[in-house]
């Protein structure tokens, strides 16, 4: 027997009702819904992108407003991990992921701005580059390929020499 994507999404409701209020994540490709206590169904775009699914069931219909507020797409872009420390004190490095990215985009925000894909990226813990449109997010890889340029070619070098000069004079010493 073949089972519709309507039956699919049916059973998966009645699986989510029987635990509790969030249906299976998968709820019907390409869309979300929210059902409140009353019955009120309310659906959206889910892109394909998102890496969750923000359909619920036996939401109060005096919070549906405030559910939608909180919609959110996302999707995730690991960043590289280095040893940072907190100074003065650099005898205590920890591992931490710097220039992490995530494509978010909130439909129903406030903010205009926020309910189109935008790039967020997370600098170090508490800093980011927020809003980044796709020559924003262009326009910040070039600088950072300018400063990994200075980091090899001008810096790098820089300190061979200065190591160098100090151990020549200051022999036995380091």
């Not at 300190?159 to 100090?166: H, K, Q, T, V, Y």
Request: net charge negative.
């Amino acid at each position: 027997m073949e089972t519709t994507i309507s039956e699919e999404r049916n059973s998966a409701v009645i699986a989510a009702e029987d635990r509790g209020r969030q249906p299976a994540p998968w709820s019907t490709p390409g869309a979300w819904t929210i059902t409140t206590v009353n019955g009120f169904t309310t659906s959206g775009y889910l892109p394909a992108w998102a890496e969750d699914d923000p359909s619920e069931i036996d939401v109060p219909m005096d919070a549906l407003a405030l559910r939608l507020t909180e919609i959110g797409h996302r999707a995730l872009y690991e960043g590289q991990i280095v040893g940072m420390a907190t100074w003065p004190s650099t005898s205590q490095v920890e591992e931490e992921a710097v220039f992490e990215a995530a494509i978010d985009c909130n439909p129903y925000d406030p903010d205009p701005a926020q309910r189109e894909p935008v790039v967020n990226i997370h600098i170090v813990p508490g800093r980011w580059i927020p809003g980044l449109d796709p020559d924003g997010v262009a326009d910040v890889a070039t600088k950072l390929r300018a400063q990994a340029d200075l980091l090899t070619d001008v810096v790098r070098p820089a300190l061979i020499a200065a190591r160098e000069d100090w151990s020549a004079h200051h022999p036995g010493r380091s």
